[in-house]
């Protein structure tokens, strides 16, 4: 099975985004999320699931960065427009009686 993540690092690159190390209280903070973020994952994938971690990062950009990037960002947001309609169009693989 396919690991899917948010953004990856070369997209997030592309957008305008840079990986920065979490400071102590934001690492505190996301421990104490934890709960909450384990719900909402589990909710998502449709079973019980429990975040790593070790494997989240942080990334920081700017305005400025967001507008340098503007056009990459409105390609993105097209084509998951695009995969989203795809979606809602699609027919259900069980229809209710």
């Known amino acids: 099975m396919q690991r899917r993540i948010f953004f990856n690092a070369k997209r997030a690159k592309k957008l305008g985004f840079k990986e920065v190390e979490a400071n102590d209280l934001e690492v505190f903070n996301l421990y104490l999320s934890y709960f909450s973020l384990a719900i ?7 079973k019980s ?3 790593k971690l070790s ?3 942080k990334i920081h950009t700017t305005a400025g960065e967001l507008l340098n990037n503007k056009d990459a960002i409105e390609r ?6 695009i995969r989203l309609n ?12």
């Open 40 to 46: 909402r994952l589990s909710m998502i994938k449709g």
């Open 55 to 57: 494997e989240i990062k």
């Open 49 to 51: 699931k429990y975040p």
């Open 86 to 97: 795809r979606l809602n169009d699609a027919k259900p693989l069980c229809q209710k009686s």
């Open 76 to 81: 993105m947001l097209s084509h998951i427009e």
